[in-house]
């Protein structure tokens, strides 16, 4: 039977491989506003940038560093064995990929989405579509390990994604959910990132501390990233979906808060759908906002938060 994606994901973390690691944080100077918000039931979470610390801040599949996508794409060449089953160009096998990467996302990208929303490239189907390309030189999938091409598709971009932004559980994030989860506030995430981020988010949160089960920790039925969806903040339709999603959990969006590094992109939609909204000011790496929008009574978020565990303060026992 073929790994899961998370037992593929253990069998790398027993390797002892070497994965890129998040800078040290450069802190912001911020006065919290941690009063209460009564009736909250629920609180959602982004994920890159906010619970997770990640390399530029935020999810993303083409660094401005170009020699960091050099470096991913020829780890994930090696790794699986490409470089035979290429269109191979003179120079080192990134080389030959990288054109062939970008051009996909550009196509990818052009993609239409319904009105008010901004497509999402889906780093899966990027490696699903290079993987075709291999099979045109008798490239072969080991099935028995990896699963079909979908399945080993998603490994490939699993594996690209971690040699490509390094990823740490940001400090405080498993208590402060272990303590929402033991209070029986509904969590859940609503992020930006690729299909398989619930693993990547699980495993950083578990090396910080022991989880409380799955079914507890994200009760609220509202697990969404941008790739599932096909389109990424701001854009209605998938914070509209957050919103269903709650609804059908018996949630109201007015019961519910936001929790984010960005103001503009996240908080301000969520806002407008009824959602108390949070600030996390902790770090300059991430933090997206403007003085106007957050002086602008319409736009700007109910709470400041300096740390993830003052979020526990905002909801009342």
């Known amino acids: 039977m073929p790994l899961s994606l998370a037992e593929y994901a253990d069998s790398l973390e027993q390797r002892n491989l070497i994965w890129p690691r998040v800078s040290a944080a450069v802190s912001v100077a911020a006065n919290p506003s941690i009063r209460p918000i009564p009736g909250l039931r629920a609180v959602l979470w982004d994920v890159y940038g906010t619970l997770l610390r990640v390399t530029d801040g935020r999810y993303g599949i083409v660094p401005a560093e170009e020699l ?6 020829d780890k994930t060449i090696h790794e699986f064995n490409m470089w ?15 054109g062939i990467y970008r051009s996909t996302i550009e196509r990818l990208q052009m993609r239409a989405s319904a009105r008010g929303d901004i497509t999402e490239v889906s780093v899966v189907e990027v490696w699903r ?9 008798a490239y072969v999938i080991d099935e028995g390990l990896y699963g079909d091409v979908d ?15 390094g990823l740490e559980a940001r400090e405080g994030a498993v208590h402060v959910m272990t303590d929402l989860s033991g209070r029986e506030i509904r969590q859940g ?45 701001p854009s209605q339709s ?8 709650l609804r059908t959990g018996g949630i109201s969006a ?28 902790s770090e300059k790496s991430g933090l ?30």
């Open 189 to 233: 995430c609503l992020s930006d990132g690729p299909e398989f981020g619930l693993v990547q988010l699980l495993r950083a949160l578990s090396m910080q501390a022991v989880l409380p089960p799955l079914y507890e920790l994200f009760g609220s039925g509202v697990v969404l990233f941008s790739s599932q969806l096909g389109v990424r903040k």
């Open 68 to 73: 960091r996508l050099q470096i991913a794409l």
């Open 151 to 165: 399945e080993f598709a998603e490994k490939v971009a699993y594996f690209f994604h971690c040699c490509l932004q």
């Open 238 to 245: 998938l914070f509209q979906e957050a919103v269903s999603r």
């Open 254 to 281: 007015e019961e519910t808060l936001y929790v984010s590094c960005r103001l503009m992109t996240d908080l301000v939609p969520a806002r407008r759908l009824g959602m108390k909204t949070a600030l996390l000011v």
């Open 288 to 317: 997206e906002f403007s003085r106007e929008v957050l002086q602008n009574p319409e736009t700007r978020p109910d709470r400041l938060l300096t740390s993830l565990t003052q979020v526990a303060a905002l909801v009342q026992a």
């Open 129 to 137: 579509q290079l993987i075709e390309k291999l099979f045109e030189k």
């Open 84 to 98: 035979n089953h290429m269109y191979r160009k003179p120079g080192p096998p990134w080389q030959s990929m990288i």
